[in-house]
């Protein structure tokens, strides 16, 4: 593989936009956005790299755990650059919270994700999500 972007979301108020080549990254920038701003933000990155999808020869991404809206956008920016551009997509687990180089040194670039099926978000606990109201 030649260029792999990498994209690290585990909390709400940062994340990680990487670029990696010969295994070792040659960008990579951590940005304090909030979720909502992943896909301009990460669109931005790869302008200000000078490189568009096309450019790409794999996604590596950090399923969790962590945030639940943060696992979910970013999992669902990069499933959507798998299916619609056919690009190659690998996942990392990081319970450890490791910083991204150490990521990338431990774990290498990641599982790979074959092209019919989609990375899923690995939680630490249940999402926090309202319960349904009984009316009875």
């Known amino acids: 593989f030649d260029m792999i972007l990498f994209f690290c979301a585990q909390d709400l108020k940062t994340c990680w936009f990487g670029l990696i ?6 960008a990579l920038e951590e940005r304090t956005i909030p979720p909502e701003n992943y896909l301009a933000s990460l669109h931005q990155f790869l302008f200000d790299q000078q490189l568009s999808s ?14 639940f809206t943060s696992s979910r956008l970013s ?3 990069v499933n959507t650059l798998h ?17 991204p180089r150490s990521l990338l040194q431990e774990q290498g670039i990641g599982r790979p994700i074959l092209q019919s099926q989609y990375a899923r978000a690995v939680y630490r606990l249940p999402p926090h999500i309202t319960q349904q109201k009984v009316v009875s």
């Open 54 to 67: 096309a450019d790409l020869s794999g996604v590596s991404v950090v399923v969790g755990p962590g945030s």
């Open 21 to 26: 080549e010969d295994n070792a990254f040659s």
């Open 83 to 99: 299916f619609v551009h056919k690009i190659p997509l690998f996942v990392l687990e990081n319970p450890l919270l490791l910083d």
């Open 75 to 77: 999992l669902t920016i």
